[in-house]
C-alpha cells in the first residue's frame, strides 16, 4: 500500500481513471479513494507530518506530495466549522513512501488593497475593510471585485499567478460552449453530464475528459477570445497547475455574468446555473456573508504542494439587493485549508457588508 501524508477525512468510490485521467488525482475534487478517516495528525512537530496509508495514484517527477482535499481543521474564526468535510482525490496506480513536508503559512507583506468606486465613500470603505480582513492573516492573498451597479474595482496582487486547481474549471465548461457555438451545435448528452458533474461536484475524472476532448489549442483559443492573456494552460494534461491570475478571473466572471461576442446567453445561463447548483460542501468561500436575496454562483479550487502549502481559492458571481458584482479570491502559502478558507471568508463578509449597505 502506497503512503501519503495528510490530516483528513477521504471519501468517494475508487475511480477508474485512465492513465490520461490520473493528473486530476492530486487536485482538490471528488473521485478516487475509498472511505477512511485520517486522525489529526499527533506529535507533529516542525514541518514533518505524520504518514498515514493511503491510496496514491501520482508520478512523484511531477512534484506534487499532498492531496487536494479538505482537513479537519481547527480554526473555527470567520464562518470556518471545526470539521470541515470533503473530498481528496486519488487516482488508481502506484505510489511509493513520501515524507511530506508541511509548508508553514508566511507572513505576507502589508496588503495594499485599491479601490475606486462611482459611489461616494464606498470605495475608502471597501479598501479599509477588506485591509482589516486581511490584518493579521498569513499567506499571500490576492483580491478582485467588481460591483456594475456602482462601477466599483478593488484589487490587491491582481497581477500574480496561482496554481488555479479546481477553479480552472470554469474555464474548461466556457472552452467547451465557446467551441459549440464555433461549430453552430449544442452540448451532446455526455458532455452535459460532464459539465454538470465537473462543476458541481468538482468531478476530477469528468474534467479530465473534457479537458483532453479539447486540447490545448482550444483552451488557448478561449483565453485568446476571452482576453485572458496571463492565464496559462497547465502542460501534459495537468489542468490544475494553470495558471491564473485575479485579473484574469475577473475577466471570466464578467464575461459570463453579462452580454457579449464571446459566450452566448445560453452559454452564460448555463454556466451560472451549474454554478449556483455547487454541492452544499462546496459553497464556502466567497458566498459568505452574502445578503439573502442574492443570488450566488461560486466556484472553488484546494490544492497542496510541498511549495506554497495549500492553495485555496473562490471565484463568485453574485446578483440582488441592487448590486451586480464578482469577487475573486486566491491564496496560497496557507498552513491548512481551512486556515484559507477563513481568509477567503473574512474577504467575502466584509465585501458584502459594504456593498449592502451601499
Known amino acids: 500500500m502506497p503512503y501519503l501524508a495528510v490530516g483528513c477525512e477521504i471519501s468517494k ?12 488525482a492530486h487536485l482538490g475534487g471528488s473521485g478516487g479513494t475509498r472511505r477512511s478517516r485520517c486522525p489529526e495528525p499527533h506529535g507533529s512537530r516542525g514541518n514533518i507530518l505524520t504518514v498515514y496509508q493511503v491510496p496514491f495514484a501520482y508520478n512523484l517527477s511531477r512534484g506534487l506530495t499532498s492531496l487536494g482535499g479538505m482537513t479537519h481543521g481547527r480554526e ?27 509548508a508553514g503559512p508566511a507572513a505576507a507583506a502589508a496588503p495594499t488593497v485599491s479601490c475606486t468606486s462611482a459611489k461616494a465613500g464606498l470605495a475608502d470603505k471597501l479598501k479599509k475593510d477588506i485591509t482589516a480582513a486581511l490584518a493579521n492573516r498569513k499567506g499571500t492573498i490576492a483580491v478582485g471585485l467588481y460591483d456594475r451597479s456602482t462601477n466599483t474595482n478593488c ?3 491582481a497581477s500574480s499567478a496561482y496554481d488555479s486547481a479546481s477553479v480552472v474549471k470554469v474555464t474548461v465548461l466556457a472552452t467547451l460552449l465557446w467551441d459549440a457555438k464555433k461549430h453552430n451545435r449544442y452540448l451532446t448528452d455526455r458532455e452535459a453530464t460532464l459539465s454538470k458533474d465537473m462543476i458541481t461536484k468538482s468531478d476530477n475524472a469528468a474534467t479530465s475528459t473534457l479537458w483532453k476532448q479539447l486540447g490545448l489549442t482550444k ?3 478561449f483565453l485568446a477570445a476571452a482576453g485572458m492573456t496571463q492565464t496559462k494552460p497547465g502542460a501534459n494534461g495537468y489542468w490544475g497547475l494553470t495558471q491564473i491570475t485575479v485579473t484574469d478571473e ?20 448555463y454556466i451560472l446555473k451549474l454554478m449556483g447548483q455547487v454541492v452544499s460542501s462546496q459553497r464556502w ?11 450566488v454562483a461560486v466556484k472553488n479550487g484546494w490544492l497542496s504542494r510541498s511549495t506554497h502549502g495549500w492553495r485555496v481559492h473562490s471565484v463568485g458571481a453574485f446578483k440582488g439587493g441592487g448590486h451586480d458584482y464578482m469577487i475573486t479570491v486566491l491564496t496560497h502559502d496557507n498552513s491548512t485549508m481551512n486556515y484559507g478558507i477563513a481568509t477567503i471568508q473574512g474577504v467575502a463578509k466584509a465585501i458584502h457588508k459594504d456593498l449592502a449597505a451601499s
Open 13 to 24: 468510490e475508487s475511480a477508474k481513471e485512465s492513465a490520461e485521467e490520473r493528473p486530476s
Open 76 to 102: 473555527k474564526s470567520r464562518g470556518v466549522s471545526r470539521r470541515v468535510r470533503a473530498v481528496v482525490a486519488a487516482g488508481v496506480g502506484a505510489g511509493v513512501f513520501i515524507p511530506v513536508i508541511a
Open 155 to 157: 484589487s490587491l496582487r
Open 219 to 221: 483552451i488557448k483559443g
Open 250 to 269: 475577473q475577466k471570466l466572471l464578467k464575461l459570463i455574468t453579462a452580454k457579449n461576442t464571446v459566450l452566448s446567453d445560453n452559454a452564460r445561463a
Open 285 to 295: 468561500g466567497t458566498p459568505y456573508g452574502v445578503p439573502s436575496g442574492v443570488s
